[in-house]
Structures are given as C-alpha cells and as structure tokens.
T-cell receptor, first 114, second 115 residues
C-alpha cells in the first residue's frame, strides 16, 4: 500500500550546525504534508506544514521543501540547538472509504551534541 | 501545552481487563482523533469523531471502541487486553470535520502497560 517513509532513522549533528531530515512519500495525490516533533514523554508537536501548490515554506529556524517530481519532503533546521533533540515525523493524509486519516512515517531521531 | 488533555497519564493493568482512556479536546475543536504508538508500529491512526459522530476509521481492533460525548470529550475503551496492547495512546483534536487539510494538536498521551 502507499505509505510515508523516512530515509534516515537517526541523525546526529553538532550544536550550531544545520540539520536536514528527509521523507519520501508514495501517494502522488497527496496535497498536504505536516512535520511533527516528538520529545521524550510528550505528544507530537506541530512544526510546519506545506501544501502541494508550494515548493518551500519557511518558519522560525525551520524550512520545509517539497519536491513533487520525486515525491520527496525535507525538513531543514537552522543552527540546531540541544532543544531540537527529538523524533521528527512527516505526515500526509490518506483517504479511504472510511474518511481521511493523517498517516505518519516511522520517524527520524535527531540527536544534537554540544 | 497543546490544550488537549488526556487522563490518566499512566495505566497499568492485567491481561483480559478493560480500561477507559479519556480525552478533552482543545476549546472549540469538534474533532477528536485517537492514535496508538508502539515501538514496532509507530503512530497508527485508530478512529476519528466529529461532533459526536464517527467520521473515519483506521486499524482499530474490534476489542477497542470509542465515543464522543455532547460536551465533546472522548473516551477510548480497550477490552480483553493483551500484552501487545501495551503502547502509548494519543488523542488529537482539530476544529474541522476531517477534510484532509487540517493540522492536528496532540495531547501528552496515556501510557498503557498490560502485564
């Protein structure tokens, strides 16, 4: 079936460096994507979203890039800080005869070292 | 703080038992979603309710059921519990009925341990 997946399960970066987390999706009909951050012991927290009519969207220290041609999504975090250490999920909506469901990828663990 | 409240935070029970997890959505949100997070399956969508009515269904077991009450809080009932049901259960909410274009706001979850 169609699914959302992540290229790298773990990513270790030094404080101050930029981080890039990648995500591949297979449903070419998907038109809305969301990145979530999950810290230990907490629920997923919304970071940024992007619609398929955009290639790039910027937030505070984060940028999401969407390449519809190769069905690839990436999250860039500038000047990574220790507080950015968490698991990052990309998510897309799947539609079925039972309605819409936000489908999450497996997640990438980001570890920021001092 | 997302504004979504889940209770209890932790629940320890035995196989064969039944438990109820509770969720209060953000003020003004009409949709409630339930997710299960386990180490081997990741975040799995279970079910969605909008203004008291079931709206979308995922991979929810027949032993599990949910409902949304007139005050919009929701309960997830898990029965005949098995060891494999041990997981984090998250509730999320959104203001709209589920059109595939809304962001979800998640609670802190209920950690269920079945012994």
């Amino acid at each position: 079936g169609e699914s959302v997946g992540l290229h790298l399960p773990t990513l270790s970066v030094q404080e101050g460096d930029n981080s890039i987390i990648n995500c591949a999706y297979s449903n070419s009909a998907s038109d809305y994507f969301i990145w979530y951050k999950q810290e230990s012991g907490k629920g997923p927290q919304f970071i940024i979203d992007i619609r398929s009519n955009m290639d790039k969207r910027q937030g505070q220290r984060v940028t999401v890039l969407l390449n519809k041609t190769v069905k690839h999504l990436s999250l860039q975090i500038a000047a990574t800080q220790p507080g950015d250490s968490a698991v990052y999920f990309c998510a897309e909506y799947q539609i079925s005869n039972s309605g819409y469901a936000l489908n999450f990828g497996k997640g990438t663990s980001l570890l920021v070292t001092p | 703080d997302s504004g979504v409240t889940q209770t209890p935070k932790h629940l320890i029970t035995a196989t064969g038992q039944r438990v109820t997890l509770r969720c209060s959505p953000r003020s003004g949100d009409l949709s409630v979603y339930w997710y299960q997070q386990s180490l081997d399956q990741g975040l799995q969508f279970l079910i969605q309710y909008y203004n008291g009515e079931e709206r979308a269904k995922g991979n929810i077991l027949e032993r599990f059921s949910a409902q949304q009450f007139p005050d919009l809080h929701s309960e997830l009932n898990l029965s005949s519990l098995e060891l494999g049901d041990s997981a984090l259960y998250f509730c999320a909410s959104s203001p709209s009925p589920g059109t595939g274009n809304e962001k979800l706001f998640f609670g802190s979850g209920t950690q269920l341990s079945v012994l």
